[in-house]
Nanobody
Framework: QVQLAESGGGLVQTGGSLRLSCAASGRTFSSYAMGWFRQTPGKEREFVAATTRSGGNTYYADSVKGRFTISRDNAKNTVYLQMNSLKPEDTAVYYC??????????????????WGQGTQVTVSS
């Protein structure tokens, strides 16, 4: 059983930065691509970013491209999301997830099988 635990959320002003972390249990972390999603009340969970198992390839939603950076440290079983130039529309609960298909990442919820509990990010205007 894989467990994912996000941390690093909080309240920040427009233009500020936050770094989210997602710590994974188990010994298979480095074998799987990982992703970040976000969700606001009443809306579908939306894709934010993903990375291959080595961290060598990354993929971003257009809404965060150039502002967010996904990275991972396989020695620490952790994936990160560095968020810069934050906007009020980035306010959401952020979730990390493990790809269902090892080193293939996607931008759909169904491409991922294990999820964390989420961490709240609030950007004030």
């Amino acid at each position: 059983q894989v467990q994912l635990a996000e941390s690093g959320g909080g309240l920040v002003q427009t233009g500020g930065s936050l770094r989210l972390s997602c710590a994974a249990s188990g010994r298979t972390f480095s074998s799987y691509a990982m992703g970040w999603f976000r969700q606001t009340p009443g809306k579908e969970r939306e894709f934010v970013a993903a990375t291959t198992r080595s961290g060598g390839n990354t993929y971003y939603a257009d809404s965060v491209k150039g502002r967010f950076t996904i990275s991972r440290d396989n020695a620490k079983n952790t994936v990160y999301l560095q968020m810069n130039s934050l906007k009020p529309e980035d306010t959401a609960v952020y979730y990390c997830a493990r790809s269902r298909n090892m080193d293939i990442f996607g931008n759909r919820k169904d491409d991922y099988d294990y999820w964390g509990q989420g961490t709240q990010v609030t950007v004030s205007s």
